[in-house]
């Protein structure tokens, strides 16, 4: 039996490719880890986390749509979690299970990281469009890094997040709701912007089931010069993504915050050294397409 043994839980959960990347990191680190994939609707996600603790595992991955409803089930949160509302890496240390959210300190890194190796640019206003977990996540992230203008566009007609909510303003300067992004593209144009900084898609619009669909303003075109992710990356190219490339811009699929997150959660199990860029790496290596594209 493994010295650790990890796991992801989810639905669905076949497509992952974190079974690879944890994989990688251990044999990178002569470390005896194994890395299952636990397929669980939401009626059973609770029972599931209760009973691979009682079994003895080290911990897990949560992935959509669990990473809010596993939260009654753990005895504490690091205070990223607890401000997100969701945590996505669980960890058994043998008294208490312990919830994390390696989204936000993964997104954190990336940014940084994005600042080093394209010619320290300096990102400074982030437009997010959604706001689930994985939005509310990299939007935290991004607020412990360079970034100091944080915008949030949200979809639903009420709204996860309040604009008078202190744990918002704690990371976030404004809330909006999705349909006023046109407006706000238009107003910040006219002020003088239009560039140089980091838009996120945190949506499933250009995911595996809606490709064709993209989270912009129809009418509205892309900045230029700045940096566009896509938190999708199946398939590799998003319409998103593929707009932005032609509008001039930089972009990175959602294999680059994988990865990160990845590395942070090997790290909480394992005591271990493994960064994102690694992983990063050995998939492109591997051959598979992050989407990267330098804005040329």
């Known amino acids: 039996m493994a010295k650790y043994r990890c796991g992801l839980i989810g639905w669905p959960v076949e497509h992952s490719l974190s079974p690879k990347l944890h994989a990688y990191a251990a044999k990178s680190r002569g470390i005896d880890l194994s890395y299952e994939l636990f397929p669980v609707e939401a009626a059973g996600v609770r ?3 209760r009973e691979l603790s009682a079994q003895g595992y080290t911990g897990l991955n949560v992935t959509t749509p669990h990473k809010e409803a596993v939260l009654s089930e753990l005895d504490w949160l690091e205070r990223q979690a607890e401000l997100i509302g969701a945590v996505n890496t669980i960890h058994f240390d043998g008294i208490q299970r312990r919830g994390y ?3 936000c300190t993964g997104m954190c890194q990336l940014v940084k990281d994005i600042n080093i190796d394209y ?3 300096q990102i400074g206003r982030t437009i997010i469009i959604g706001t689930g977990p994985a939005g509310r996540a990299v939007a935290m992230g991004c607020a412990y890094t360079v970034t100091t203008v944080i915008e949030l566009f949200y979809k639903s007609v009420r709204p996860i997040l309040k604009d ?3 744990d918002v303003t704690y990371w ?3 809330l909006s709701r999705i349909e006023d992004l ?3 593209m238009e107003t910040e144009r006219n002020d003088g912007w239009y560039g140089d900084d980091l838009i996120i898609n945190a949506t499933p619009l250009g995911g595996r089931e809606r490709a064709m669909e993209s989270p912009w303003p129809q009418r509205r075109p892309l900045p230029t010069h700045s940096w566009v992710m896509d938190l999708n990356y199946s398939p590799p190219l998003s319409r998103f993504l593929h ?3 032609k509008a001039g811009n930089k972009t990175m699929n ?6 990160y997150q990845a590395a942070d959660s090997f790290n909480i199990w394992t005591g271990s050294d493994v960064t994102g860029k690694e992983l990063l790496n050995y998939l492109i290596a591997e051959g598979h397409d992050a989407a990267l594209s330098d804005g040329r």
């Not at 959602?254 to 990865?259: H, Q, V």
């Open 243 to 245: 707009d932005a490339q």
């Open 119 to 121: 010619n320290n640019s």
């Open 164 to 166: 008078d909510d202190p």
């Open 172 to 174: 976030c300067t404004k």
């Open 101 to 103: 959210n390696t989204d």
């Open 182 to 184: 046109d407006l706000y």
């Open 254 to 259: 959602g294999l680059g915050l994988l990865c």
């Open 47 to 49: 029972a599931l986390v």
